[in-house]
């Protein structure tokens, strides 16, 4: 006797056609995201590579351009030594404040001028003008005030990342759709709860957008400052040790900043990720194996 | 007939052109005349440097004298070695003899601005905070241990030599002060808000400082302290332009010795030269220069000493002074 075998509805077909074409797609989108980490990965080791060949061969002077391997061992000494811990706290400590303090008070003041419009008008142009001011060119003026502090070191950073926010947060309302606050209107959203629940929401990938930038900004303005007004911090070691001529401990502090700069800018995208879901939502969404029907 | 008188042509033209093109500094511009780059940091303890230039005496050796302003000595110094630039006149830091060391090709071939040892018409002191000395915190010099002093690029730089010899005749070191590295315009503000209590700077800012009642002198480096000099890049020190540009520099040293230094056609210069007002170059002391600005060995090797004895050396001698020192061009300085 023959088993009888059933064949599948025009729905179950379908179904199956899209489980091929999903996982299809899934395997495409996993294979690429190797693809760019191997990428991410390979181009600065290559370039390493490169930098130490043409050392090594004398393509480059290497008295002046410390082959990779050289400044890896003297970067393992400051390590070991304890030198390189003090040059990063004391610069990630000056970021880290003068970040935190300069982005809350741009978001609050780019809220505040995006919401109330008499606000913008006053200090819109005074802002631009300002922003496009070099804050290292202001340092001698906080060390006038303040002194050979941490304070003016803190500052340069804080009003660095100020102006940065406070345009990105302002940009973020103005760009937001007039539908969507007719439309959160309609549903009785209004005043603080409409602030809450739609404009800042609404705000937010503008300002993480700042966010990111001013993490670099703020990493060049610190190191900047340090070049010219401190005793420790990476910025100091970068400039004292091209003033003793020791290039190997330069570029363990240049290749440090950049570490630096590259770790709190993934921060930045990592906290935006957690903050924003919604815009995960495009993304391949994780399948789990469905039982075949019998 | 024709066509071999075009490629005749052609070919003179290709090899006209390639012979007025020269490949940079240092080499003759039109077969009779030297261009020559020299990195400087505007100052009048490089004045022999501008008064040859306006006077002319770099064109009477058929040299052509580009001068390009730097920060600091160390940042010419490997431009020097690599014939970015053929002469530095600055002064000496940690860094140059970290770059000897490390055998870069550099020579030093002269000195510049000597102290005069004067204390009252020194162009460097150490300027102390007047509160601190009024208030009988500072009495003397020994009185500074431990306390923060501003010197222009750090203990490593050339006025870290100058504070550690004025220090040493209290019986301290560089090692005994937290020496903080400031600006010569930001010294005055930072000494009056009690960030540092005294600076080393030069005049005119010690005597502006002075005038606002903000510091007062408390110790001159000795007569002989010298931290700045002349630099030759390894190539231009065996090129034939080298000991011509040398006696043009002593042919002006000459010219400022004695009272002769303040000229009213060198105070021109050297306003011009320096961006300062004549008034107050007439006001601040002058260093002093020898006339055939000989290198000084001696100093050379106290100002290793200092930077070796404040731990900022990879090594741990005393680089050996035939190393790195030409005198050759001194003595026959003409």
Request: aromatic share 8%; net charge negative; with cysteine.
């Amino acid at each position: 006797m023959t088993a009888r075998v059933e064949t599948p509805t025009v729905d179950e077909r379908q179904r199956q056609r899209t489980e091929v074409a999903a996982t299809r797609e899934m395997t495409k989108a996993r294979r690429l995201r190797r693809r760019d980490l191997a990428l991410a990965i390979l181009t600065p080791v290559l370039l390493l590579v490169a930098w130490q060949i043409a050392a090594d061969t004398e393509l480059i002077d290497r008295q002046l351009f410390s082959p990779p391997s050289q400044t890896l061992s003297r970067g393992a000494e400051m390590v070991a030594s304890g030198e390189l811990a003090t040059h990063v706290f004391a610069t990630v400590a000056r970021l880290l404040v003068g970040y935190s303090l300069g982005a809350v008070l741009g978001i609050i003041v780019g809220l505040a001028m995006g919401t109330w419009r008499p606000l913008n008008a006053a200090l819109g142009p005074t802002f631009s003008a300002l922003y496009a001011l070099p804050k290292i060119a202001i340092l001698p003026l906080l060390l006038l005030i303040f002194g050979l502090t941490e304070t003016p070191k803190i500052l340069a950073v804080m009003i660095t990342i100020f102006f940065v926010l406070q345009i990105n947060t302002l940009s973020g309302i103005r760009q937001i759709d007039a539908g969507i606050i007719e439309a959160s209107r309609a549903y009785g959203a209004t005043g603080l709860r409409q602030f809450r629940f739609v404009i800042i929401p609404a705000a937010l990938p503008s300002i993480f957008t700042g966010l990111r930038v001013a993490a670099g900004l703020g990493v060049i303005v610190i190191t900047a400052v340090e070049f010219v007004a401190s005793n420790n911090g990476l910025g100091f070691l970068i400039w004292n040790s091209w003033q003793l001529f020791q290039p190997e401990r330069m570029f363990v502090g240049l290749i440090t900043v950049s570490i630096l700069g590259a770790l709190l800018t993934f921060s930045v995208t990592g906290t935006e990720y957690l903050a924003i879901p919604w815009r995960r939502a495009d993304r391949p969404a994780r399948r789990r194996r469905t039982e075949k029907k019998r | 007939m024709k066509r071999s008188f075009v490629a005749v042509y052609g070919a003179l033209t290709v090899i006209a052109t390639a012979s007025a093109c020269g490949n940079g500094s240092g080499d003759e511009a039109d077969g009779s005349v030297t261009e020559i780059t020299v990195a400087h940091v505007p100052s009048t303890l490089f004045a022999p440097l501008y008064i040859a230039q306006a006077n002319g005496y770099f064109a009477d050796e058929d040299l052509e004298v580009s001068l390009q302003t730097i920060q600091a000595g160390q940042d010419a110094v490997p431009l020097a070695a690599s014939g970015q630039v053929d002469v530095v006149v600055a002064g000496f830091s940690a860094g140059l003899f970290s770059a000897v060391n490390t055998g870069l090709d550099v020579k030093v071939v002269g000195s510049m601005g000597i102290s005069t040892g004067d204390p009252d018409a020194s162009p460097t002191a150490l300027e102390v905070s007047t509160a601190l000395v009024d208030s009988g915190e500072i009495q003397t010099v020994a009185d500074l241990e431990g306390r923060k002093i501003a010197v222009s690029g750090g203990p490593g730089a050339a006025g870290g030599y100058q504070l550690d010899v004025m220090l040493r005749e209290a019986g301290l070191t560089i090692g005994d002060v937290e020496a903080v590295n400031l600006s010569f315009p930001d010294m005055e503000a930072a000494i009056a808000n009690g960030s540092v209590a005294a600076a080393v700077p030069p005049a005119p800012f010690t005597t502006k400082m002075e005038q606002s009642g903000v510091a007062v002198p408390l110790a001159v480096p000795p007569a002989g302290t010298v931290a700045t000099g002349v630099i030759y890049g390894g190539a231009f020190a065996d090129s034939d332009a080298a000991q011509p540009f040398f006696d043009a520099l002593a042919r002006a040293a000459g010219e400022l010795q004695g009272d002769a230094a303040k000229t009213d056609e060198n105070l021109q210069i050297l306003a011009e030269a320096t961006g300062q007002d004549i008034a107050v170059l007439e006001e601040v002391p002058f260093y002093t220069w020898l006339p055939d600005l000989a290198p000084q060995l001696d100093q050379l090797e106290a100002q290793q000493q200092t930077y070796l004895d404040a731990g900022l050396f990879d090594f741990d001698e005393i680089i050996p002074p035939e190393t790195y020192i030409i005198t050759d061009f001194s003595e026959n300085a003409g």
